[in-house]
């Protein structure tokens, strides 16, 4: 079931915040099972046979958790720990990455693997991370609540499940535990609806239209020119910025809606000076994640200056191995892996801003771009393609209908040795139109979580822009207007990219 369709706003959602509620004004915990057997009836709508799936790797984890925290901070718990974590990292391994695995040494030459036939459980990736944060809080003796109904729901719960963000344990308890939180509120409702509808506008209307101008580079002929490679890079580009952000939007307002609160995953990263920054508000629970489980167990920056850069690389390599199964991946990991340790190099020579602004930004964005080239591409060839076009080595060419219509420009044009084409107009128009549409938006205006901040969205507070969303009437009608329009744009919803990582 995917956010931007009608079953789910006209039927799930609707039915499930009138049982919560209803069930909530006698019972906490019954409202809370009857919300996470809704997350659970959410999650089997893809595929119902991952349900048990699902249920069991809950089950074996919470018995975990409990018997954890029983022996917190001691050997016998280091040892249970180190148990759960290798039971739910070899579930996830079998499902995302056996195949990877056996198709990889199958390319040597020297074995001949079966290669297996797995069909990835959606969201697999994003509910055993959460579960390993919650073991290892377990450990630290950070979890305080154990009501297996409470469990459920923190793991089921239906905004983040199949897409994060990665939550933790004490993040999220206390919420669901507080009895406010299971009487309707009007301002939820509006506030959370509003933001719902900001993420929806960024799915249906913008990054659904940035779809197939991507797809026309990065699926069609190989050998495209300067301003085709860089139509399709920025597309792409954008593509992913506006889904996901919308994903995260859409994910806030509708926890909002039942008095909660999510943690804030997405803020504006192409504003960033700095591929630091970039990771601090892109995916921001699952650069917590890595950092808090992963690079601070390697050792972080404890070790000295080169350990700092290994555990770097390390970190981000995994990380790309974790987004896919697919060596293109691992390759955009290790890329990011090679910025961070430039950046914090750069850090101790030179120090910060000692670059311009501007100059700081488009150097972090050419940067991304280029790695989310290896990260779109169905292999290295297509990568190296599109990148050698992007340089300039395919030439410079654009549609003859379209220099034609920029009259003495289009002269002008091509006395700079500018080429032109037959066909395509349409799609070269259509491509650059909704670049200049979405770069805009991205880099000039503030996010969905600036204009409502002082209404507190997320757990985390965030600056307040002069362009906020107030209760008043104008608003209403903007938002109305602009909700009828994503509403019109739901006959064929498409999935969030997200989905499949």
């Not at 890079?233 to 994910?251: E, H, I």
């Not at 090679?338 to 101790?348: D, E, F, G, K, T």
């Not at 790695?371 to 410079?396: C, E, K, P, Q, Y």
């Not at 003495?408 to 200049?436: A, C, D, K, N």
């Amino acid at each position: 079931m995917l956010f931007n369709s009608y079953e789910f706003l006209l039927l799930f959602l609707p039915i499930t915040l009138i049982g919560y509620f209803w069930i909530g004004a006698f019972n906490r915990v019954l409202a809370a099972t009857w919300l996470g057997l809704m997350s659970l009836f959410f999650y089997g709508w893809w595929d119902v046979r991952y349900i048990p799936l699902l249920l069991a790797s809950i089950v074996i984890n919470f018995s975990f958790g409990k018997a954890i925290a029983g022996y917190a901070t001691r050997p016998e718990g280091r040892r249970l720990l180190v148990l759960a974590i290798v039971t739910d990292l070899g579930l996830l391994a079998w499902f995302k990455y056996a195949g990877f695995f056996a198709r990889s040494l199958n390319a040597t030459d020297l074995f001949d693997i079966v290669v297996p036939e797995i069909v990835l459980p959606l969201g697999i990736s994003f509910f055993t991370f959460t579960q390993i944060a919650f073991l290892v809080d377990s450990y630290y003796g950070k979890v305080r609540e154990f009501r297996f109904a409470y469990y459920l729901l923190f793991v089921t719960y239906f905004p983040h499940l199949i897409a994060g963000p990665v939550l933790h344990h004490a993040e999220m308890m206390p919420q669901f535990d507080e009895a406010r939180n299971y009487t309707p509120r009007l301002n939820n409702f509006l506030i959370g609806g509003s933001i719902f509808i900001f993420g929806l506008g960024k799915k249906v209307l913008i990054a659904d239209q940035l779809a197939p101008n991507a797809a026309a580079v990065f699926d069609g002929p190989g050998s495209p020119g300067f301003l085709i490679a860089w139509g399709g890079a920025l597309a792409y580009t954008l593509q992913l910025y506006f889904d996901f952000s919308g994903y995260s939007d859409m994910a806030i307002g509708l926890s909002r809606m039942f008095g909660v609160r999510l943690p804030l995953n997405f803020n504006s990263p192409y504003k960033s000076v700095s591929i630091i920054e970039f990771w601090r508000r892109w995916h921001m629970t699952l650069s917590r994640f890595l950092r808090d489980y992963l690079y601070v167990s390697l050792g972080g920056n404890r070790k000295g200056r080169t350990r700092r850069y290994v555990n770097l690389f390390a970190t981000m390599l995994l990380g790309g191995l974790w987004h896919g199964a697919g060596w293109t991946y691992v390759f955009w990991g290790a890329l990011h892996g090679v910025y961070l340790c430039i950046n914090h190099a750069w850090r101790a020579l030179i120090g910060e801003g000692r670059m311009p602004r501007v100059i700081a930004i488009g150097l972090t964005f050419l940067s991304v771009v280029i790695a989310w080239v290896f990260f779109r591409a169905n292999s290295f060839s297509t990568a190296i393609d599109i990148l050698s076009g992007m340089s300039g080595l395919h030439g410079v060419a654009m549609p003859e209908t379209v220099v034609r219509k920029l009259g003495p420009f289009g002269t002008w044009l091509g006395s700079l040795g500018i080429e032109t084409y037959v066909g395509g107009g349409s799609r070269f128009v259509q491509t650059w139109s909704w670049i200049m549409i979405g770069t805009v938006i991205a880099f000039l205006m503030p996010n969905t979580q600036e204009i409502h901040a002082r209404f507190g969205p997320t757990l985390e507070r965030v600056a307040c822009s002069r362009f906020r969303w107030r209760l008043n009437t104008a608003w209403a009608i903007g938002t109305a207007i602009f909700a009828a329009a994503c509403f019109m744009s739901l006959s064929r919803p498409s999935e969030f990219l997200y989905f499949q990582f």
